[in-house]
């Protein structure tokens, strides 16, 4: 059964880091596009970054450009996203994704916000 975890978020003041990280199990994510979708409450699912197998390219969102960094670590088959200079607005939960196939980062991300089920995700608040 494939199944994605993902932890590291929390409470930090603006200008903190997080890391976050994407556990994999029952799938390689080396294999496979991973990408990370935020939501607030009430608000469109933001895609922010992803990192694609297939050509490997990388994606951030504007607003995660300079901050965050996308990386992957092949022996814990687990794929981080590193969050600094934090802003109140990066407040969300965090979920990632993963998307196969012969797909670029910036074309997995744009599938992965419309994906319908969801995991828990991780939640990330930034105090002003």
């Known amino acids: 059964q494939e199944q994605l975890v993902e932890s590291g978020g929390g409470l930090v003041q603006a200008g903190g880091s997080l890391r976050l990280a994407c556990a994999a199990s029952?799938?390689?994510?080396?294999?496979?596009?991973v990408g990370w979708v935020r939501q607030v409450p009430g608000k469109e699912r933001e895609g922010v970054s992803c990192i694609a197998s297939y050509d490997g390219s990388t994606y951030y969102s504007d607003s995660a450009k300079g901050r965050f960094t996308i990386t992957r670590d092949t022996d814990k088959n687990t794929v981080y996203l590193q969050m600094d200079n934090l802003k109140p607005e990066d407040t969300a939960v965090y979920y990632c994704?993963?998307?196969?196939?012969?797909?670029?980062?910036?074309?997995?991300?744009?599938?992965?916000?419309?994906?319908?089920?969801w995991g828990q995700g991780t939640q990330v608040t930034v105090s002003s």
């Open positions: 994704a993963t998307a196969d196939g012969p797909v670029s980062a910036a074309h997995a991300i744009r599938l992965m916000v419309q994906y319908k089920y």
């Open positions: 029952g799938l390689t994510l080396d294999d496979t596009a």
